[in-house]
C-alpha cells in the first residue's frame, strides 16, 4: 500500500506553546488529508478534512482557530495545536486518499502537553 | 446512539482459536466497510476493505457484511500472538473519500 509519513512521531510541549505535526504522502498525490484524534483507549475522531488549496472542514466542535489546518500541496498537510493546552494531549493521527480511493494512516503523533 | 458500536473487549483467546469481532451502525447509507488493526501507539493499518453486502477473505481474515442488520464481522482462524493488537471497525459513507466513522476498537489478547 501507499505509504503516508507523519512528523514528528512524539513531541512535549509547554503549555501556551504551538505545535505543528506534518503529514506527507510519500509515493501518491493526495487529494484529501483527514486528521483525526485518538484519546486513551478510545476511538478516532475525525476533527477536519483538508482538500489540497482549500480551507479545511472542520467537524463540529473543533476549534479551528486552535486547530490550524494547511494544504499546500498534495503531498504535505500540516495540523498546528495553538495554545497548545494540557487537554490537548492526545494522539493525533493523518489520512490521506486520492479522491474516490481508500485511505492510508500515517503512524500517528503523540503530544503531551506540560 | 453512536453511529458504530463496537464492544470493546478485551477479548483473550488461546493461540489457535477462531477469533469473531463485531461492529453495529445505525445509518443505511453507509456503503464502505473496513477493518483495521492498531498495535499500541502506532497508526491504523488497513486489513479488509470490503463495498456493501457480502464476504471477502484474505488468508486468516473473512470480513462479512449484512447490510439488512447493520452488522459487520471479522472472523480471524488459527490466532496467533501477534494478532494481538486493538482491532477497529471503520465504515464510510456513499462515496468512498476516506472519511470514515470509527468504531471503538476491540482489544483482542491471543495468549501463546
Known amino acids: 500500500g501507499a505509504v503516508v509519513s507523519q512528523h514528528p512521531s512524539r513531541v512535549i510541549c509547554k503549555s501556551g506553546t504551538s505545535v505543528k505535526i506534518e503529514c506527507r504522502s510519500l509515493?501518491?498525490?493526495?487529494?484529501?488529508m483527514f486528521w483525526y484524534r485518538q484519546f486513551p483507549k478510545q476511538s478516532l475522531m475525525l476533527m477536519a478534512t483538508?482538500?489540497?488549496?482549500?480551507?479545511?472542514?472542520?467537524e463540529q466542535g473543533v476549534e479551528k482557530d486552535k486547530f490550524l489546518i494547511n494544504h499546500a500541496s498534495l503531498t504535505l498537510s500540516t495540523l498546528t495545536v495553538t495554545s497548545a493546552h494540557p487537554e490537548d494531549s492526545s494522539f493525533y493521527i493523518c489520512s490521506a486518499s486520492v479522491q474516490g480511493e481508500e485511505a492510508f494512516f500515517g503512524q500517528g503523533t503523540r503530544l503531551t502537553v506540560v | 446512539q453512536k453511529e458504530v458500536e463496537q464492544d470493546p473487549g478485551p477479548l483473550s483467546v488461546p493461540e489457535g482459536a477462531i477469533v469473531s469481532l463485531n461492529c453495529t451502525y445505525s445509518?443505511?447509507?453507509?456503503?464502505?466497510f473496513m477493518w483495521y488493526r492498531q498495535y499500541s501507539r502506532k497508526g491504523p493499518e488497513l486489513l479488509m476493505y470490503?463495498?456493501?453486502?457480502g464476504n471477502k477473505e484474505d488468508g486468516r481474515f473473512t470480513a462479512q457484511v449484512d447490510k439488512s442488520s447493520k452488522y459487520i464481522s471479522l472472523f480471524i482462524r488459527d490466532s496467533q500472538p501477534s494478532d494481538s493488537a486493538t482491532y477497529l471497525c471503520a465504515i464510510g459513507g456513499s462515496s468512498n473519500t476516506g472519511k470514515l466513522i470509527f468504531g471503538q476498537g476491540t482489544t483482542l489478547q491471543v495468549k501463546p
Open positions: 470490503t463495498y456493501s453486502s
Open positions: 445509518n443505511s447509507a453507509f456503503q464502505y
Open positions: 483538508s482538500n489540497e488549496g482549500s480551507k479545511a472542514t472542520y
Open positions: 509515493d501518491f498525490q493526495a487529494t484529501t
